[in-house]
């Protein structure tokens, strides 16, 4: 290296231009680890493979996994219940703990001072989402509560109620918001949906079971009377025993209230439009009908 | 908040990167960085996003040329090769966009199968209000079943009492009648023997005798009563004027019904 050199100015100056430690840049010392070398069978005369003597075992002829010899077989035996009915088609939501999302705060891998939503977690690499897992969303959990100490306006997919008063005790907004699996593919995976050619579709509205869910103010959803949360965010600060810091003193105001359209899939792009990844624009539609389609 | 590097090790500040705090669109962290005089900064990671997949070969399939496959001949590939290589692609990007038929079907789609909020809405609160109702029946029907439950629990105790009397007092019965068959036949009879059944038939016999017995007689008194009735009514009669004793009851005769 060039600016290596002798002494402390030499220490010094790798210390400055030297990459952080990394799981990638470093390596044990030599004989720290001890790799037990691969042995034969003891002695010539045992040419077996590993498959042991005659019978089913060196032959390769065992039944399959679970035959007892032909009485019934344990997993034949005991009787179904439907705990597991359907369980591949049940919603899912990965939880991200309180913990991890002040980690991730504090290693910058996610910026503050914007709205975050599925799209920002995904690209700090907060969690992985794969809509066709049936992960629908995010589920904040309430792990790391008592050292929460950010001012954010996340969007999550559902929250306890702790998680949620631990948020807008320190300053900061969550709502709740549905995304159907197609706007979720959108979501977790923006330029590669761009790639595609297609305008970005309208959100699709949560399904019966859910709407009572994203329409009440208690669970802060996105369809909810703003007016509501305003009282609901008053009565959890009375519950939990907190005072609820007025919002529109800060000077982050702006940003804290910024709420994405519930037909919008993400922040600054609305229904309809086409990004064009090469020249970095956007294209809207100008047909009248195509403009009514994507604002119904 | 997040110089905990710059606090926790104060001689290397100068390692920690720092980021004008801009409001931009889009969340994504961005690899620039520049000193700054602003006392809210904050230190952000180094993500250098993936690059953009730019097609350097720029493959356009020829449509006239018989070889090339079918499915490259599409609206949809060329949708995609919009999407990828944008105006360099040569198509109008109008073609993006969904044709008539195209936009109907999605709508026709959209109104079959997508119900608006405020149905959905009136269809939850239409369960809701049934579930209400149903609540509340179960509730009445139970308050007043609970009601009787006092009476009912007596009268279970009652009957329960009842049956417990009757079985003694058949028990009774059937001890006095083994005493008088003993009395009668001079030794311990078997309820079940013949001769205690016949004993059983004369008992009911006598009874019926002495019955009969008492009702004739108490015809008999009741003869003689209205006879002396009618004598001082006869008496009373050759007195104009007197008062005659009616206090005599005058029963209506009885049938048999033995």
């Known amino acids: 290296m060039a600016s290596a050199g002798k002494g402390t100015r030499g220490a010094l100056n790798l210390l400055k231009n030297l990459p952080r430690v990394g799981l990638n840049n470093i390596k044990p010392l030599p004989g720290a680890f001890f790799k037990a070398p691969r042995r034969m069978g003891g002695g010539k005369s045992k040419r077996k493979c590993g498959r042991g003597h005659k019978g089913q075992g060196q032959r390769g002829t065992r039944p399959r996994l679970g035959f007892e010899g032909g009485n019934t077989p344990f997993y034949l035996r005991i009787p179904k219940y439907g705990y597991y009915e359907n369980h591949s088609r049940r919603r899912q939501y990965p939880p991200l703990s309180l913990y991890r999302l002040q980690y991730l705060i504090d290693m910058g891998r996610i910026d503050t001072t914007q709205p975050i939503d599925l799209a920002s977690l995904t690209i700090g690499r907060a969690l992985n989402i794969n809509p066709k897992r049936q992960h629908y969303g995010i589920n904040l959990v309430e792990e790391g509560a008592d050292i929460f100490q950010a001012k954010i306006n996340i969007e999550v997919q559902y929250a306890s109620e702790l998680a949620i008063a631990t948020v807008e005790r320190n300053g900061g907004t969550i709502t709740m918001s549905y995304y159907d699996p197609m706007s979720l593919h959108i979501l977790v995976d923006p330029i590669g949906f761009f790639t595609k050619g297609i305008p970005i579709p309208k959100r699709a509205l949560p399904p019966e079971d859910l709407v009572e869910y994203y329409t009440s103010a208690e669970s802060r959803g996105y369809l909810a009377d703003p007016k509501e949360i305003q009282k609901a965010r008053l009565a959890l600060a009375e519950k939990y025993g907190y005072k609820l810091p007025d919002l529109s003193l800060e000077e982050r105001f702006k940003m804290l209230s910024i709420r994405k359209d519930p037909r919008q899939v993400l922040f600054g792009l609305g229904a309809g439009w086409l990004v064009d990844m090469n020249r970095k624009t956007v294209l809207k539609p100008t047909d009248p009908e195509l403009l009514e389609f994507y604002k119904s | ?258």
């Open chain 2, 1 to 258: 908040m997040a110089t905990s590097m710059a606090r926790e090790f104060p001689r290397l500040a100068f390692l920690c990167n720092f980021r004008v705090v801009s409001p931009c669109l889009g969340s994504s962290t961005t690899s620039k960085y520049c000193r700054t005089q602003n006392d809210t900064c904050m230190q952000v990671a180094r993500y250098r996003a993936p690059p953009f997949p730019l097609d350097r070969s720029r493959y356009i399939p020829d449509k006239s040329d018989p070889k090339t496959p079918e499915f490259q001949k599409t609206l949809k590939f060329d949708r995609k090769l919009w999407g990828r290589h944008g105006e360099a692609s040569g198509f109008d990007p109008s073609i993006c966009w969904p044709t008539k038929a195209e936009l109907a079907e999605v709508q026709e789609e959209e109104r079959d199968w997508c119900l608006t909020l405020q149905e959905m809405q009136q269809n939850i609160a239409i369960r809701r209000a049934e579930e209400e109702k149903a609540r509340i029946a179960r509730e009445k029907r139970i308050a007043a079943n609970m009601a009787k439950m006092p009476k009912l629990i007596e009268q279970v105790h009652e009957e329960r009492r009842l049956k417990k009397e009757q079985l003694e007092e058949a028990k009774k019965r059937k001890e006095h009648l083994i005493a008088k068959a003993r009395e009668r036949l001079g030794y311990n009879v078997h309820p079940n023997s013949p001769k205690f059944e016949a004993m059983l038939e004369e008992i009911e016999n006598e009874e019926r005798k002495q019955k009969k017995k008492a009702k004739k007689a108490k015809q008999e008194a009741m003869r003689e009563a209205f006879k002396a009735a009618l004598a001082t009514a006869e008496a009373a009669k050759i007195q104009d004027g007197a008062t005659i004793n009616t206090d005599v009851p005058l029963k209506a005769h009885k049938t048999q019904d033995d």
